[in-house]
C-alpha cells in the first residue's frame, strides 16, 4: 500500500498535462506507472517522445508492488479531494484493480503492468554534454524565443528551439520564416551543440522549471533535465536547423530608437483597423518620427505617429501581430530597429540587453 500527502501526490501529478496525450490509441501511454523511488515513491509517464519521472514522499508497504493506473483520472480525484487529507493506494489480491481511498471516499481504478510502460533508454553511455543552468534564466531564454516557433509541420525542424554554444553560454534560436527570436543563456559546463528541442518540451520546461539550478545532458539525439523531485528526458528534432545568422543585418545598417511604452499602444490601435488575414501595418521612418499607418478596404484607415531618434529613413510593412509579440519580449524600456532597406529583415534590440538578445522581422507588403 501507498500512504501519501494530498497536496504531495497532487505536485507530482502536474507534470501529467505536460506528457500524457488526453487521448491515446496505445492504453498503456494514458496511465502513470507507480514504482519505489529514492524519497519513497517514484511517478512515471510517457509519450514515447517525452518522459516524466517524479520523486516524491511517500510510504510503501514491504509488499508494495509496481503498477499503473489512468494518470488523469488519478489526477481528477486526488484534485477533488479536500486539502490537508491522505490518500491511500493498493492493489486488490488479483493485482487487476488499485484502490484509491481517502477518509469516506473510495474508488477502482484498473491497473496495467509496470513492464508494460515503455521506458526511455539510458544515454548517460553516449557520453552526453553536461551543463547547469538556473531555471529561471533558462526559463526567461525560452519564453523570449518561444513565440517564434513555427506551428508549420512540413518544416518540422523549425517546430522547436535551436540550441548551439554560445560566448561563456548558449545561444537559444526560434524562428518561423517570418521572424525570428535569439536568446543568450549563461550555463556552467559544455553546452549543448547544435540541437532542437521539440515544442512539446519547450511547453513542459516552461510549466515546471523552478528558480534554482538544473541539469542538462544531450546527446544529438536526446536530452535530459534534472531539476529537485523531478526529471524530463525527450528526443531531440532530427534535422538541420537552417543558417539563421544569414537574415540578421550587419553591423552598421541604419537605426532608429524609441520607447516600447509609446509604440505599443500606437500599434495597438492602428492595428484594429487591418484584416485578419494580413494585420499589415505600414511603418514609415522619416525626419524624427514613425508614421504608422493602415488601409483595409473593407473597414477604413488608421494613422499614428511618435516620435523617433537616429538615421532611419525607410518605409516598410510589417505584421501587427508580430510586432506586438515582439514587443511583448523586449520590455517597455528603450528600442532600436536596424534596417538596410525597405526589403530587407528589420532587427530590434531593448537597449542595455545581451547584444546576442534580438528579435528579427521580415518586412511584408502593404
Known amino acids: 500500500m501507498i500512504t501519501a500527502s494530498k497536496s504531495a501526490l497532487a505536485a507530482a501529478l502536474k507534470i501529467r498535462k505536460s506528457i500524457v496525450e488526453t487521448r491515446n490509441t496505445i492504453p498503456i501511454l494514458s496511465n502513470v506507472g507507480f514504482e519505489r523511488g ?7 509517464m510517457t509519450d514515447l517522445d517525452i518522459e516524466g519521472t517524479v520523486d516524491l ?19 481528477d480525484i486526488v484534485g477533488k479531494l479536500p486539502d490537508g487529507v491522505q490518500v491511500k493506494i493498493k492493489l486488490d489480491a488479483d493485482k487487476t484493480q488499485a484502490i484509491v481511498s481517502s477518509g469516506r471516499s473510495k474508488f477502482q481504478l484498473q491497473v496495467l503492468p509496470l513492464a508494460d510502460l515503455p521506458i526511455m533508454p539510458d544515454f548517460t553511455a553516449d557520453n552526453p554534454t553536461r551543463c547547469t543552468a538556473s531555471g529561471s534564466g533558462l526559463k526567461a531564454a525560452l519564453t523570449s524565443v518561444a513565440f517564434a516557433i513555427s506551428t508549420e509541420e512540413t518544416r518540422y525542424y523549425l517546430n522547436g528551439v535551436f540550441i548551439e554554444p554560445g560566448a561563456d553560454g548558449a545561444l537559444l534560436v526560434a524562428t518561423d520564416g517570418h521572424r525570428l527570436a535569439k536568446r543568450w543563456l549563461r550555463i556552467e559546463g559544455v553546452a549543448p551543440d547544435r540541437i532542437i528541442l521539440p515544442r512539446k518540451l519547450v511547453t513542459a520546461l516552461l510549466a515546471h522549471l523552478p528558480d534554482g539550478d538544473v541539469t542538462l545532458e544531450a546527446t544529438d539525439s536526446r536530452i535530459s533535465i534534472t531539476m529537485p523531485g523531478l526529471r524530463i528526458a525527450s528526443k531531440l528534432i532530427d534535422g538541420t536547423f537552417p543558417d539563421y545568422t544569414r537574415v540578421i543585418p550587419q553591423a552598421g545598417a541604419a537605426k532608429a530608437e524609441f520607447e516600447a511604452k509609446a509604440i505599443r499602444p500606437a500599434v495597438e490601435r492602428v492595428i484594429v483597423i487591418s484584416s485578419e488575414k494580413g494585420r499589415a501595418v505600414k511603418f514609415k521612418f522619416s525626419d524624427g518620427q514613425l508614421q504608422l499607418s493602415v488601409n483595409n478596404p473593407d473597414a477604413g484607415s488608421a ?3 511618435i516620435a523617433v531618434e537616429g538615421s532611419l529613413e525607410v518605409e516598410a ?25 525597405a526589403g530587407s529583415p528589420a532587427i530590434l534590440r531593448a537597449d542595455g540587453d545581451h547584444e546576442e538578445n534580438l528579435i528579427v522581422l521580415m518586412p511584408m507588403r502593404v
Open 303 to 305: 494613422e499614428e505617429t
Open 57 to 75: 514522499a511517500a510510504d510503501l508497504d514491504m509488499d508494495f508492488h509496481p503498477f499503473t493506473i489512468a494518470a488523469k483520472l488519478l489526477d
Open 38 to 44: 529514492p524519497s519513497g515513491l517514484q511517478l512515471r
Open 317 to 341: 510593412g510589417f505584421n501587427g501581430k508580430y510586432v506586438l509579440d515582439a514587443l511583448t519580449h523586449l520590455g517597455d524600456g528603450p528600442l532600436t530597429l536596424a534596417m538596410e532597406t
